[in-house]
């Protein structure tokens, strides 16, 4: 019996999904609510203090920068003082920072907020992720992680819709501080929960000689990370520029936006039952080919109706990919690094967040806006051999690769 199974099923007994409603979905939907009526805003506060657009986008793009940038850091908060103790630092951490953004007197302060910002996500996701990696059961992994992040898309979509009146009456501050309140409370809500006895325990290595030891994996597995990370950072930065480029209203904008966020929320429960179902090469190279319909048709559409389509196909691979990197983390995982590895694995899809939409104003510049697009169809078709290549493909929990040192 391996050590998480001990961990899983004799110290803290089986855990059911629906007993981590209120302790973990339902505070993710909290979060992403603030999450979502904030991000539009964040651009327009940099705007009032006298940024320009393109370091308003700079600006913007620092909240991503954050993540990077802890990502390894937070792997060795949660392993020295939990998943309990980590969330209550995330917590404080994105308080700080949203506070810093609504009261900052100037962008420096505005852009440190941001940085605070992504840091909390940093150690806010880690955390969740090796709490549910801990107490799940292996057979119900792909359903927890793609209801983790369902929740958060859920909460994500609807934040601009519950968020429109505060922004009404105060301006862009009051997505700022609609998201400090859901912060706070799904902070609060999160600390119920108890961290799950430590495994593997004894001389804990360097984050360094983690990433050392664990290169393979992460060199393989975590290049399919890095490329989906990409794609789905980079759909959201090529969407908006090619229906200007288009010449479509903000309007129309708005609805290809909805319809797509809502194929994505829709497929976010489907996709961890795929995943459980059938195993995790199946959902990831269907989710990669999809993403590369999507970009390779977006050059030939020059109306709503052509870009919703695209735009559709898109949604559709960011929902079937819902939660599948966190699953195929939390698979080679080692127990006793556990914290410190997938600190390291969410680095890899985080600097893909980060590149994708820099590549996507890189190449445009370059070239044209739709050599952007037919980029990365290229990009999203290599994502999809990757996993073709090294995802697990067995089917059921029990041929599932074991956690080994990579």
């Given amino acids: ?14 855990v059911r999904l629906r007993s981590l409603t209120w302790t973990v979905f339902v505070p993710m939907v909290v979060y992403g609510v603030g999450s979502g009526a904030a991000a539009p805003m964040y651009a327009l506060r940099a705007l009032d203090l006298g940024a320009s657009a393109g370091l308003a986008g700079v600006i913007v793009a620092l909240s991503g920068l954050g993540m990077v940038l802890t990502d390894l850091p937070a792997g060795r908060v949660v392993a020295r003082i939990g998943e309990r103790g980590a969330l209550g630092v995330g917590s404080v951490l994105g308080a700080v920072g949203v506070f810093a953004a609504i009261v900052a007197p100037n962008v420096a302060v505005l ?20 709490y549910l990696v801990a107490v799940v059961p292996a057979g119900d992994l792909g359903r927890a992680m793609s209801t983790l992040a369902g929740s958060m898309r859920l909460g994500f979509f609807c934040g601009p819709f519950l968020g429109a009146a505060v922004v009404h009456s105060l301006g862009p501050n009051g997505g700022l501080w609609l998201q400090l309140v859901t912060t706070v409370i799904s902070g609060a809500a999160m600390a119920a929960i108890r961290s799950p006895e430590a495994v593997g325990a004894g001389v804990r290595l360097s984050l360094g000689a983690v990433v050392v030891e664990h290169r393979r994996t992460l060199g393989t597995l975590g290049l399919a990370a890095l490329l989906v990370g990409a794609a789905r950072a980079a759909r959201l930065a090529l969407l908006p520029l090619w229906a200007a480029h288009i010449g479509l209203s903000a309007s129309a904008t708005s609805l290809v936006f909805g319809v797509a966020g809502a194929v994505d929320v829709v497929m976010s429960y489907p996709a961890g039952v795929w995943l459980d179902r059938y195993g995790r090469r199946a959902t990831g190279v269907p989710s990669m080919i999809l993403f590369a319909l999507g970009f390779g048709a977006l050059p030939f559409t020059s109306s709503v109706l052509g870009l919703g389509c695209a735009a559709v196909l898109l949604g559709l691979g960011n929902g079937l990919s819902n939660g599948l990197i966190m699953t195929v983390g939390a698979d080679v995982a080692p127990d006793g690094q556990r914290a410190e590895f997938l600190g390291a694995w969410r680095l890899t899809h985080d600097i893909g967040m980060f590149a994708g939409p820099v590549a996507v104003g890189a190449i445009s510049a370059l070239t044209v ?20 290549r090294w995802f697990p493909g067995a089917v059921g929990a029990a041929s599932r690769p074991q956690r080994s040192a990579g």
């Fill in 111 to 130: 852009a440190l907020g941001m940085l605070l910002g992504g840091a909390a996500g940093a150690v806010w996701g880690l955390a969740r992720q090796t």
């Fill in 369 to 388: 806006l739709g050599g952007a697009a037919i980029a990365l169809a290229v990009t999203a078709a290599a994502g999809a051999y990757t996993m073709h």
């Fill in 1 to 14: 019996m391996s050590e998480r199974s001990v961990l899983v099923g004799e110290a803290a007994g089986p």
